[in-house]
């Protein structure tokens, strides 16, 4: 029996990404459909390479490069870490202008990553939505950790509940972005790499978690 595959590691741990050695496939007919969001109508903000955080440049500096594969893989890689970047110094607290510098700090790697996850090319969607999936997860799970532990569990149970409305929306894109990544493996069962696996297994065990 085959050993289960270990889940990929949470956008916190994860290193940048090397470009895969294959050519790259050829697009698909339909790009991976955008959340409906209320960012979704507006422009979509950009990451500067030369103004990212010192420990992201390196990252992307080939997001300008003619290789397609090169190219996404630096887009991930950047979007990841300056994420990560910006959200370490936020001192978060449960409430909705803690939510809103959270969604300040991580737009223009969302946008990124969902540049990458339009691009038609299904190896890199499920890199680019796997990564979106599981930056929502993540933010969210911090966010709920804001709540504090006292002084009465009655008092807890209030300002959680408090707190999800709030948070739902990334939950429930996490979970839209696992489902893109479920359905692009079915169609394309020809992708094995390594990386993809991980992927697949991940984004189908939190799928199944919920």
Not at 58 to 71: E, I, M, P, Q, Y
Not at 121 to 133: K, N, R, S, V
Not at 140 to 155: D, F, H, I, K, N
Request: proline share 11%; net charge neutral.
């Amino acid at each position: 029996m085959k050993a289960p595959e270990a889940p990929a590691k949470p956008a916190s741990e994860q290193q940048p990404i090397p470009p895969t050695d294959k050519p790259a496939p050829a697009p698909v007919d339909q790009p991976a459909p955008r959340s409906n969001d209320t960012q979704s109508s507006l422009p979509a903000p950009t990451i500067d390479v030369a103004s990212a955080p010192p420990a992201c440049r390196s990252a992307g500096k080939l997001v300008g490069s003619r290789d397609r594969n090169a190219a996404a893989a630096a887009k991930v890689s950047l979007a990841i870490c300056v994420a990560n970047a910006n959200l370490a110094p936020l001192a978060l607290v449960d409430a909705e202008a803690s939510v809103r510098d959270v969604d300040g700090a991580t737009a223009a790697s969302f946008a990124m990553l969902d540049d990458v996850a339009r691009s038609g090319d299904p190896h890199w969607q499920i890199i680019a939505l796997h990564a979106e999936g599981d930056l929502y997860a993540t933010i969210a799970q911090r966010m709920m950790a804001t709540v504090p532990a006292g002084p009465s569990p009655e008092l807890h149970a209030t300002r959680v509940s408090l707190l999800q409305p709030l948070v739902q929306p990334w939950l429930d894109k996490a979970r839209a972005a696992f489902g893109e990544v479920d359905r692009i493996a079915r169609s394309h069962p020809e992708l094995r790499q390594p990386a993809i696996a991980d992927a697949v297994s991940d984004s189908r065990r939190r799928l199944a978690a919920r």
